[in-house]
């Protein structure tokens, strides 16, 4: 025979299942919640990898050079490490300008200027080994670097000592004593394009007298200076609306002070071996863009 349920007993049913209702209703509120979360996640995630820059991956140096004279030893080293510091830089600003620019951007603005700066620090590297022992030639082969989406860049790596040599060490980068020749001038601007024009301080005007050994040397650089002018602003015509506000002077004139100062430096150190070394040129690397 059943009996009939006592009131409280209905009422505790009742309670239970109203619980049991609320309970998984919670917990599907917090599954969807989380099943959002997680494709939110995992949405930023892929965004950012797909926007990672990768890395600059640059032929090591060091392994390339021939024994190094001992006079030598120091300004290597050094030029080694700035070759390192150099690619540092370089991944940096890679990290920084994410997203601007067209699709040559990386090229014209970080690739390219940081191969302008490596074919100089590899050369100082040639030349200082070069005044006391055979110098090596092609490592400018090794200046040119590419992108690695997925790979850690190489750096210079730094060069152990090798057999002494008595020659003094010289700082900057030199080239071989030419003769007697005429005095070469440096222009101060390039040609006009839409987007201004790059100036630079006069160079030849500022020089003292030239000794006669040093006159080919000089006049190579000088003309050197003219054609780093050129370069510079046929990149500004060809990057008008690339980049940034700060576009041109970190890849344009950034890049050519830092060229014009080794080859300002080869010029005093050419004329410093014979006759009292000019000071002070450094001042004249800096260049404006006029518009």
Do not use: H, W
Not at 196 to 205: E, N, Q, R
């Amino acid at each position: 025979m059943s009996r009939a349920l006592p009131k409280y007993n209905k009422r505790r049913v009742l309670m239970i299942g109203g619980t049991a209702a609320v309970v998984l209703s919670g917990a599907v509120i917090a599954g969807n919640a989380l099943a959002g979360e997680t494709s939110k996640s995992s949405t930023n995630a892929t965004t950012k990898a797909a926007t990672s820059p990768g890395t600059v991956n640059c032929p090591a140096v060091a392994p390339s050079l021939p024994s190094i004279p001992a006079s030598a030893q120091a300004e290597v080293t050094r030029n080694l490490t700035l070759l390192d510091t150099q690619i540092a830089e370089a991944n940096k600003r890679l990290v920084d300008t994410v997203g601007q620019g067209g699709p040559n951007f990386v090229q014209n603005a970080i690739l390219g200027p940081l191969k302008d700066k490596r074919v100089a620090t590899i050369n100082r590297i040639a030349t200082a080994i070069g005044r006391t022992a055979a110098k090596p030639t092609g490592l400018d082969s090794l200046a040119p670097c590419t992108l690695n989406a997925n790979g850690v860049n190489a750096g210079g790596g730094t060069a152990t000592a090798a057999p002494s040599a008595t020659a003094t060490q010289q700082a900057g980068n030199t080239g071989n004593t030419g003769n007697t020749g005429a005095t070469g001038s440096t222009g101060s601007t390039g040609s006009t394009t839409a987007a201004g024009t790059i100036t630079c301080p006069d160079v030849a005007s500022k020089l003292p007298a030239i000794p006669a050994s040093a006159q080919a040397e000089v006049t190579r650089n000088l003309t050197l200076l003219n054609t780093q002018i050129t370069e510079a602003n046929t990149r500004l015509a060809n990057t008008v609306g690339q980049g940034g506000p700060n576009f041109v002077q970190n890849a344009i004139l950034g890049p050519l002070a830092d060229k014009r100062k080794s080859t300002i430096d080869r010029i005093a150190i050419s004329i410093g071996r014979t006759a009292a070394k000019p000071t002070g040129l450094d001042s004249l690397a800096t260049c404006t863009l006029n518009k």
